[in-house]
């Protein structure tokens, strides 16, 4: 499903930072003067200054049409989303009955899955009339936590951003599969952060291990990585990089990637979501344990899901009184009933909800195994990322020694039920974990050097 225009992008998505051992707070748009507040809502989240600055204006917009008082926000800043967690989890570890934050927002949903388990979500039940507008699953990913641990408020895509000029430079054809990007031909042009930073990455790392099957996709995985340019620690700026010319592919969610064209020109960048190999997944937001503004808190969930919260989170134009003012935030709608409401204003013509299954996206196990695949990413492919690319380099100057490709493609690791036990269990141990990341540094290492040595 290549997006070969902006219109196509729009008519298909319109509707989806560095560790702090402290939290920086950024406070609200309305945290000055003599304003009496019903509360304030502590918010820990990945999105960025133009999601929260919409959000918290038509949150407020509503209380002032009903006649109540605004609220107050107070943003955790501590970074991306695997700091958020680590955040959340230390911070539990000290404070059990609850950390002083309310609500959980963005992220994807890997890791609410995982809080949920732990314990450290509080149920949040809608209103019936509400949850039964919300889809419970869109191409076989769920939505929503039917018992109402969390809920998605947006839809987002996974893909890869290409700059064109840079392309037709090369002569290297336009994308259309994960695979098109192991290819040597793409090596140094890639851009990707760092798994370990980005959840949206790393999102599509577990996307093409189940896309594709664990030894193809880590295949895949591998040969990017040692073709990729640089992994910075936020995937904000990879549709940056690849715009500037910097790169020529990067891995991009729509939301950045749609923002970037949309800056630059069609005429530059492109964007697609590869045809039966992407799948569609919600961006959640949840209740945190312990909360002491339960009911606040509830009330900002419930206007995220409503009618007037979707039409913010979709791209609506900006004559919509209900629309961003300043950002927009394009994500695709998580109830159903708006791509058949809005056909128009919503630039909706195709709901994701009708998209063809074309492989069944496992959430339950690839949450199992978040933690531990995100540090055999960065362990393999970012802490030894000058002798992976050497390796790689060396692997593509011999096409016909197929000792030495087998060897850069032998991992520690042969299995993605391994690592879903480990994740459930031993490596929940920290001693288990330093010495499984000791090993898994130790192979790559001597892999990557005895390719380099042997083929100089």
């Not at 219109?7 to 920086?24: I, M, N, Q, S």
């Not at 919600?282 to 009911?295: R, S």
């Not at 055999?376 to 060396?394: M, N, P, Q, S």
Request: proline fraction near 5%; hydrophobic fraction near 40%; aromatic fraction near 10%.
């Amino acid at each position: 499903m290549r997006l070969g225009s902006l219109a196509l992008v729009l008519l298909f998505l319109a509707v989806l930072g560095g560790l702090a051992l402290r939290p920086g707070r950024r406070g609200s748009q309305a945290s000055s003067g003599n304003v009496e507040y019903a509360g304030v809502l502590t918010i820990l989240s990945p999105h960025w200054e133009g999601v929260r600055e919409e959000v918290e204006r038509a949150y407020n917009d509503l209380r002032r049409e009903r006649g109540e008082k605004i609220v107050r926000f107070d943003w955790l800043d501590v970074g991306g989303t695997s700091d958020i967690i680590r955040y959340i989890r230390s911070s539990f570890q000290n404070k059990p009955e609850g950390i002083g934050v309310d609500i959980l927002f963005g992220g994807g949903t890997d890791p609410y899955l995982a809080l949920k388990k732990e314990g450290l979500l509080e149920k949040c039940p809608l209103p019936e009339e509400l949850s039964e507008k919300i889809g419970k699953s869109c191409a076989g990913v769920p939505v929503l936590d039917e018992e109402g641990y969390w809920y998605g408020v947006g839809l987002s895509g996974f893909g890869i951003i290409y700059n064109k000029k840079i392309l037709e430079r090369l002569g290297i054809k336009e994308p259309k599969s994960w695979a098109d990007l192991a290819k040597g031909e793409c090596f140094s042009w890639i851009a990707s952060a760092d798994p370990r930073k980005s959840g949206s990455v790393f999102m599509m790392y577990e996307i093409i291990v189940q896309s594709f099957g664990w030894e193809k996709g880590m295949e895949i995985i591998s040969a990017m990585s040692g073709n990729c340019r640089s992994f910075s620690g936020n995937a904000g700026s990879i549709p940056k990089d690849v715009a500037l010319g910097e790169a020529a592919f990067g891995l991009c969610i729509d939301v950045y990637a749609l923002n970037a064209i949309m800056d630059v020109g069609e005429e530059r960048l492109g964007f697609v979501l590869p045809p039966g190999e992407t799948v569609i997944t919600p961006d959640a937001i949840a209740l945190m344990k312990g909360t002491e503004n339960y009911e606040l808190a509830r009330d900002f969930v419930i206007f995220n899901l409503s009618e007037k919260g979707q039409k913010l989170w979709s791209f609506f134009p900006k004559t919509d009184p209900d629309a961003p003012k300043e950002h927009a935030l394009l994500k695709m709608s998580v109830c159903p009933y708006m791509y058949e409401k809005y056909p128009q204003g919503a630039m909706l013509k195709s709901s994701p909800f009708e998209m063809p299954v074309k492989f069944r996206y496992d959430l339950e196990a690839a949450a199992a195994r978040m933690n531990i695949f995100r540090d055999y990413l960065g362990i393999l492919f970012i802490d030894h990322r000058e002798d992976c690319v050497k390796a790689w380099k060396t692997v593509l100057d011999s096409p016909d020694d197929q000792e030495i490709r087998k060897l850069f493609f032998a991992h520690p690791v042969s299995s993605s039920e391994e690592f879903q036990r480990l994740g459930k269990g031993d490596y929940t141990n920290s001693l288990i974990r330093a010495k499984l990341q000791t090993e898994w540094s130790n192979d790559a290492g001597k892999r990557y050097r005895k390719i380099i040595s042997n083929h100089k």
